[in-house]
């Protein structure tokens, strides 16, 4: 019998100020430091799951939905929504503050998954994820679409064996 470990104890909640050598030539900050920041709070989460080592297996669509300027306060959250034998889908929430104006605004939200690996680099079963509160439970639920969804984009794996999505593709007819 696997282990389980909450969801709520993977939860992770990570601050950074944009400097100036975090932005572009517009002063706002660049898309690859977020996505650097992202990263790393999720592989934190991942690892308080998993307590293993960790490496990223793919990035889900990263939208900009709002400018961040130098001087912005950005806070990530990130925690664990499902794990699956050695992989686990980690969701982040990117927030963005100009703490002198008094604003706040969600900038960012993004799916990683990672996979727990021993130290030969070689993938090691995770505990199983129990979601509770009706946001993990909603997000956990949704989990397995999104990895058969990726695997088939990656090529691993056949859209006609994607039971999740077949609803989704009409994929019986």
């Known amino acids: 019998m696997r282990k389980q470990r909450s969801v709520k104890d993977s939860y992770v909640r990570m601050t950074e ?21 992202m990263d790393i709070v999720s592989a934190i989460a991942a690892q308080k799951h998993s307590n293993r080592i960790v490496v990223t297996a793919s990035v889900d669509n990263v ?17 664990v ?23 706040k605004v969600k900038s960012n939200e993004a799916f990683f998954t990672f996979v727990a690996v021993d130290q030969s ?10 979601p509770e509160s009706e946001e993990e439970i909603k997000l956990y639920e949704g989990a397995l679409r999104r990895r058969q969804l990726r695997l088939i984009l990656a090529g691993r794996m056949k859209p006609h064996d994607a039971n999740e999505l077949k609803s989704i ?5």
């Open 17 to 37: 100020l944009v400097l100036p050598n975090d932005t572009n030539t517009l002063n706002n900050l660049m898309g690859g430091k977020m996505m650097h920041w």
């Open 63 to 79: 939208s900009f939905k709002e400018s961040i300027k130098l001087g912005n306060v950005i806070t990530l959250e990130a925690q």
């Open 81 to 103: 929504t499902r794990a699956f034998s050695s992989s686990m889908e980690v969701h982040i929430n990117v927030w963005s503050e100009d703490i002198p104006s008094g604003t």
């Open 121 to 130: 680099g070689n993938p090691i079963d995770v505990p199983e994820a129990i």
């Open 169 to 173: 593709f009409d994929l019986d007819n």
